[in-house]
């Protein structure tokens, strides 16, 4: 399995007020997932976490450097991501969406699908995006033996990608 040394953890979708916070999207747990870090990296440059507000469904950032609107709004599509190592270990069948991105999908019987281009999550659990040979692409629920991970690879049911 290829190990990135980041975990994005949210995008920045833009500036929030006039003081510099910004609006997030999240990726993962939710606020408390960015409260745990002192330091991120915004953009690829590590900052401070200031203060973390809004609501759990439109979640706000504060960070140390951004002090502005148009500071706040330059940052507008780039990462808030973590060293990999400042997170803690995962347990048995847990993974990180970023692990999953490139991962080849195969049939049960070894046979290419198609790759990994994304995973979704619209509240019923994890959906990956297959990407098929010509561009194709199809959403499969990430479950067990719907699509299951080992080998560093995606092993599904081919019903799943019709």
Same mark, same amino acid.
């Given at each position: 399995? =290829?190990?990135? @040394?980041?975990?994005?953890?949210?995008?920045?979708? /833009?500036?929030?007020?006039?003081? %510099?916070?910004?609006?997030?999207?999240?990726?993962?747990? *939710?606020?408390?997932?960015?409260?745990?870090?002192?330091?991120? =990296?915004? *953009? %690829?440059?590590?900052?401070?976490?200031? #203060?973390?507000?809004?609501?759990?469904?439109?979640?706000?950032?504060?960070?140390?450097?951004?002090? @502005?609107? #148009?500071?706040?709004?330059?940052?507008? %599509?780039?990462?808030?991501?973590?060293?990999? @190592?400042?997170?803690?270990?995962?347990?048995? *069948?847990?993974?990180?969406?970023?692990? +999953?991105? %490139?991962?080849?999908?195969?049939?049960?019987?070894?046979?290419?699908?198609?790759?990994?281009?994304?995973?979704? #999550?619209? /509240?019923? /659990?994890?959906?990956?995006?297959?990407?098929?040979?010509? /561009?194709?692409?199809?959403?499969?629920?990430?479950?067990?033996?719907?699509?299951? +991970?080992?080998?560093?690879?995606?092993?599904?049911?081919?019903?799943? +990608?019709?």
């Amino acid at each position: 399995m =290829h190990m990135t @040394d980041r975990i994005t953890l949210a995008a920045i979708a /833009g500036a929030h007020g006039v003081r %510099g916070e910004v609006r997030l999207k999240l990726f993962g747990d *939710g606020p408390e997932s960015l409260r745990a870090h002192d330091k991120l =990296h915004v *953009g %690829g440059q590590l900052r401070r976490l200031l #203060n973390v507000g809004g609501t759990a469904k439109s979640p706000t950032a504060r960070f140390e450097g951004v002090s @502005d609107r #148009n500071a706040a709004e330059a940052l507008r %599509g780039t990462l808030v991501e973590v060293d990999r @190592d400042a997170l803690p270990p995962l347990e048995d *069948g847990e993974y990180y969406h970023a692990d +999953l991105l %490139g991962l080849p999908c195969v049939d049960p019987s070894g046979e290419a699908l198609g790759t990994v281009v994304a995973v979704e #999550n619209f /509240g019923a /659990g994890d959906l990956l995006e297959i990407e098929r040979e010509g /561009g194709k692409r199809a959403l499969i629920p990430f479950r067990p033996g719907i699509a299951d +991970l080992a080998d560093g690879r995606i092993t599904c049911d081919p019903a799943f +990608l019709a």
